[in-house]
Every structure is written in C-alpha cells, then in structure tokens.
C-alpha cells in the first residue's frame, strides 16, 4: 500500500508522467487536478481519475525517472551510463562508496538506490550552490539515509578507507586517482567518465601508472525503436556524446 512520502510516477500519456511525492495536496495538470491524498493506502498499478475525467495510473518510479528528474546545475551522468557503471563496478547491496563530485546528484542517487538497505556513499562537491542543489535532489528522491555528502574540495586524500567503489567525476579525474587508489580495496573498481578523448587518455595512463590493473574504456550508445504496423524503425534522434567510461581495477602492491 502506497504510503504518505513515497515516490510515484503519475502516468496520463508519454508527454504527461509526473515523478510526485504523495502529500496531502492537489496536483494540477492539463487534464484536470489530481487530490493526492486519495493516492495513500491505493497499490501501484491503479487508477486515479482527476476531476475532469481523465485517467491517470499509479506506476512504480524507475531509477531512470528519479536521475532524470533531479534538478540540474551541472552535467549529469546519464541513465545509459549508469547502467552499465551498475553493472561493471563493484556495487552491491550494503556497500560503501566514494564519488568526487556530486554534481547535481544524479549519480549519487543511482548509487544509492543500489546499496540499500545498509550500504553507504560518501560524496564530495567542492562548490557550495552544488552541494546544496544535490542534497536537495537526494532528499526528493528519498535516499539521504544512505548519502553522506559533504561540501569540500578534494586535494589528494578522501578521509574513508576500505571503500568497494570509488567513481571521480571531475574534470581531471587523474588528479585523485592516487588518493582513489589509497582509499580503495584491492582487487575492487574505481570508475570515472571522460567527455574528451585528451582527458580520457591521461586518466587511462595514470590509472596505469597508479596500480590498477583490467583498465577498460567504452562508450554507451542507445537507440530507441519506433514500433507501429508496417513501419518499425529506430527513431531519428539519438542521445548525443556524453562521455566516455573507464573501468579499473586496483591491486596490491
Ligand atoms: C560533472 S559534475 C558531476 C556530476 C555528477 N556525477 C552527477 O551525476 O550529477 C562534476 C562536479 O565535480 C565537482 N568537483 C570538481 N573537482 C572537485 C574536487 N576536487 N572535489 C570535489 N568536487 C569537485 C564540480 O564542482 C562539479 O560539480
């Protein structure tokens, strides 16, 4: 049963899903006013009518809403990259991370929805309007229990030890890849995300030179698919660069 705080996704049509939190207020729309305290107690999958009679269902948000719809002040890691960081770094539930920078907290969040229900992120964003922005679209997202975001440059050392993933989102991630490497669990991955090919291959050497080891750089392309009678096709548009990924692994030395 849905309960009052909890995340939804208010679904009419593609052009109108609403990512809400159920209070005890009204939601206006286009197509009507939805009262969102009729939502509590309701299960996902049902409909709510608005007073103009529309239909509007109560869908389960999926992590690629709650990235998407953080407020943005920086660039953002993008759901296509998350998903294949989720899979390739060492995430898992329980486990405790570092990032260096929060941005807007996109990836933060992602993160933190993995390693639920006892696992923790440790995040740093130098700039204060950022901090204060990502704290905030952490806390809409309902996951500052498992965020520990601090408002702090760093220099060349991260204060936790024995981290399981380290990710540096930073415009020159190879500056803290050697405090990466000293906060990091052998044998565990650190990841970062390059938007040039200059800034790319100065992290990849570094990460060479730094003891890690399974250095592994790829880029996520994604193409949605229109399906109608007699004319599937992908669609015209594709998202565009975002940045490119590096895996790396650290070892014992
Ligand atoms: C591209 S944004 C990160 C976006 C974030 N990954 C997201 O998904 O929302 C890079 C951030 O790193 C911060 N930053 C850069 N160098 C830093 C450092 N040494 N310590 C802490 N934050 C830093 C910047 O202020 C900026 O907000």
């Known amino acids: 049963m849905i309960q009052e705080g909890e995340l939804i996704n208010l679904y009419h049509n593609e052009q109108r899903k609403y990512l809400l939190k ?3 207020a009204q939601f206006h729309t286009d197509k009507g006013f939805i009262d969102l305290t009729a939502i509590i107690g309701k299960n996902f999958g049902e409909k709510i009518v608005s007073n103009l009679g529309y239909n509007f269902y109560i869908l389960k948000p999926t992590l690629e809403q709650l990235v998407m719809k ?7 890691i993008y759901p296509k990259d998350i998903g294949i960081i989720l899979t390739k770094a060492t995430i898992f539930p329980g486990a405790k ?3 260096a920078g929060s941005g807007s907290g996109a ?10 229900p006892n696992g923790k992120i440790y995040s740093y964003e130098q700039r204060r309007d950022l901090f204060e922005n990502a704290k905030q679209n952490i806390e809409k997202n309902n996951l500052t229990p498992w965020v520990e975001i ?26 803290l890849i050697r405090a990466a490497y000293q906060s990091l669990k ?13 800034q790319l291959s100065k992290t990849v050497f570094t990460l060479g030179q730094e003891g890690f ?13 229109l399906v109608r009678p007699n004319r599937t096709r992908p669609e015209q548009r594709m998202p565009s660069h975002t940045g ?9 030395q």
Not at 152 to 175: R, T, V, Y
């Open 186 to 198: 052998a044998g565990h991955k650190l990841a970062t995300i390059c938007p040039s090919f200059e």
């Open 107 to 116: 990836f933060t969040s992602a993160a933190a929805y993995y390693i639920r």
């Open 22 to 24: 159920v209070k005890h």
């Open 97 to 99: 991370i570092i990032e």
């Open 150 to 175: 601090s408002n702090k440059k760093i220099e060349n050392n991260f204060e936790q030890k024995n981290a399981d993933f380290i990710l540096i989102d930073i415009g020159s991630p190879w500056e």
């Open 213 to 225: 080891t399974d250095i592994e750089t790829l880029e996520v392309l994604t193409r949605r698919i």
């Open 70 to 76: 953080v407020k943005r002040h920086t660039q953002i």
């Open 244 to 252: 490119f990924l590096v895996f790396a692994t650290k070892i014992s």
